[in-house]
């Protein structure tokens, strides 16, 4: 499923270190704290090459980078190379002045014991993996002598997938310099023949579009990409470089028959994509989640995608909408037919939708099973259609039935396979795990829905790939006796511009050619597509072309028989899962794949002591916010929510949930003063909250006097409200109109203008308008301490609302942020190791310890594991923390 793109992305051969944005970076561009030696120019990178072999929709990807290091010292280089999700790396090597260090594919388990004795050691182990939206991050650094040369290749292959009617092959461009050498070549062999074949580039300018060369004729496709140092630059004599941007290489093959069937080597392949097919009517459940997490931009495009599909939904189609927050809505008792009545109607009903409550899911899912079931019972359906169900939620089930297990055990009870389930899983807040097994134990699949200004363009995209049904209940037929270790071969739907890819092993020796059944139902009729092809011309076919790449036919079983191994097993338990697990992990080392269940050891040489890092290949489910590097397990990232705020001396805790971790910073200042903690122009928000000192301050030298937040001033200029809150008070002023309260009242105020619920002598939760939600906790010392004070702590709650332009200390984390961590190694502190993170492109020296949330437990708190940024957060916060003091209160 999904628009599936390969990825033949740039790599970086860069001086001590990359970013997650740059995949090739100038350390020009780059500043440095916190961190003991200068790092001046001196790596140049003379060439930089990236080749895609692709032989019937499988690619074969190397990537080489090779550079020179023209200073007088040694030099730390960094390889960073971006890989797609379903890409499994298949060999990396490091080469050194002459000698080879490679890169060893081991099981997971004895690769991370290998990794782990090299940091009890205290030796550098310093590979990071990262997911993007669709892809992971592979970096490794390595120290270069004086004049040395060193040269990184990088390999990997996929399976192409075919979405709206066309394969792609994407190249993620942005060196960030002059590259002397700068390549991309793409070979493609295809033996039905390509059809068409095009390349465009995002930062393609019109001189530039001569240097890309692309050409077909028949099996063959070519396209390739070399710009000399001129024609990269962006003026004359600049420096700088127009290479930044995207890279699309689109195509698509001859499809004379339904399917083609390929054999080499003891293994075939049968593609299906069969054309000028009716299309069948569809019959669809929207089940959408409207609790209260969904306000805001999450309902609004959520309801602007619903508009738009509602416009391409066909008159012969039938739909329903089932809407569930702590209760469950239907739009009809029925599923009815999308005719322009019932659509104008639907769009009203979409318009109207309003968030409440708590998330229901088992209820609006088995409701909308129970709505099809019914349906079809009734005979209200077309006979000949494909029924299907798009779950789209936020958040954990946390109402009615909220048990995970439970929940997809009678979901699937429910269905008995009948018809799909997609679950659309929006942001980070929710179980992608159990969304996944839920979709693949019901025949559908799981995508992430990204929070972002495209979210309604994702919605939109991932339906219009379910939007045209051609073919149900499709099942493949092969000689019982001669083939064996087949991989999946019925499939619940085929969809318009998809394709079906069937591998297996051929065990008759003497088999001379290969027949296919294909049955299925269709719109009209149902179907069966007979195929046959001759062992010896298939291999004349495929041999006749000079870019094939081994056993590319075992190789393509292989890796689709792993990925699919791999989903049976996110669901299987026992001693299912057992041997699935063995299975993956014996096909995985045999043809040296970076899975899941292995890891890839890279042992570089360093300072004459060698040095062990390592790669693996990230689980959606435990990676949906980044993977992270390896840590002690005490500093894991915690399993309950977390908050950015700012409590205690003043701590700041940055929840990066992308990454599941958080980033930690202090910041010291004289008590009076002031700091900026959000401002919002959009929505008229502003806090800033001022520093107390202790009750008692020590004129010793070396002491240190703590400060923390003893008054909030809360502000919004749009609203006329002004909160402000001490450890004695509470002030409320709404226009002309003044209120106090203490910490001894329990109040709970409602208004347009204002949500404010005071917890006695605990916490205050307070919402603004439309704004965003927040809680304040109340921080009380023994009144006869002679050093404590009271104050206050202040966490975010939910800041989606607010505007892009938001700022401050915490402000300005309300937008996503991205870091790499390098060189995890043991700090002064035996209990918190050091690394290096690069973040805003700046390379830091970090600490890895943790800070306390008092959310739930205000007495004690809890450990939040956190990367701490020393120097009052320099390097990541914007400017220095002298910017964020401000005059007053207000």
Known sequence: MGNQLLFCTLLALIPAFGTSDFLISDIRNIKKRNVANTITDGIDIYSLKIECFVTSRFSHNVITSRAVNRANVSKEALFDVELPKTAFITNFTMTIDGVT??????????????????????????????????????????NIAAASKVTFQMQYEELLKRSFGKYELFLKVNPKQLVNNFEIEANIFEPQGISFLEAEGSFITNDLLPVIHKSFSGKRGHVSFKPTMDQQRTCVDCQTTLLSGDFVIKYDVNRETPG?????NGYFVHFFAPQNVSHLPKNVVFIIDISGSMSGRKLDQTKEALLK????????????????????????????????????????????????????????????????????????????????????????????????????????????????????GFGYDLDYGFLEKLATENNGVARRIYEDSDSALQLQDFYNEVANPLLTEVEFKYPENAISDLTQNNFKHYYAGSEIVVAGRIIDNDLNSITAEVKAHGAEQDVTYAEQTDVEETAKATEEQKYIFGDFIERLWAYLTIQQLLEKRNVAKGDEKTNLTAEILDLSLKYKFVTPLTSMVVTKPEDTVNETAIADKPLEVSSTRASRPLIPSYYAPPSYHRYTSVDADPHFIIDVPQKEDALCFNINEEPGVVLNLIRDPTTGITINGQLIGDKKSSNDVGSINNTYIGRLGILN?????????????????????????????????????????????????????????????????????SVHPNFLGFYTLDSHRLSGRTHGLLGQFFRPIDFNILEVHPGSDPQKPDATMIVKNNQLTVTRGWQKDYTEDVKNGANVPCWFIHNNGEGLIDGIYTDYIVPSLF
Not at 132 to 142: I, L, M, P, Y
Not at 380 to 398: F, H, K, V
């Open 101 to 142: 260090y490679p890169g060893i594919i081991k099981e997971k388990e004895a690769a991370q014991q290998q990794y782990q004795t090299a940091v009890s050691r205290g030796q550098t182990a310093g590979l990071v993996k990262a997911s993007g939206r669709k892809t992971e991050k592979f970096t490794v650094s390595v």
């Open 717 to 785: 200029t749009q609203l006329n409200v002004k909160l402000e809150i001490t450890p004695e008070n509470i002030t409320l002023h709404n226009g002309t109109k003044q209120m106090m309260f203490t910490w001894l009242d329990e109040v709970t105020l409602l208004n347009p203008s204002l949500t404010l619920k005071i917890t006695r002598k605990k916490s205050l939760e307070f919402s603004m308008g439309e704004g965003a939600t927040f809680i304040v906790v109340l921080h009380q010392s023994w009144s006869k301490h």
């Open 309 to 424: 599909i509602l416009e391409d939904v066909k008159e012969e189609d039938h739909l329903n909408f089932v809407l569930f927050g702590s209760h469950v809505q239907k739009w009809k008792g029925t599923l009815i037919q999308a005719t322009p009545e019932n659509l104008d109607e639907a769009r009203r009903y979409v318009q109207i939708i309003r968030t409440e409550g708590m998330t229901n899911l088992f209820g609006g899912l088995i409701t909308g099973i129970e709505m099809l079931k019914e349906a079809q019972i009734a005979g209200t359906l077309p006979e000949r259609s494909a029924s299907l169900i798009i779950i789209l939620s936020d958040g954990l089930p946390n109402e009615g039935v909220s048990n995970t297990q439970e929940i997809l055990l009678r979901a699937k009870n429910a269905a008995q396979g009948k018809f799909p389930i997609y679950n659309l």
């Open 260 to 264: 083609n069937l390929q054999m080499v």
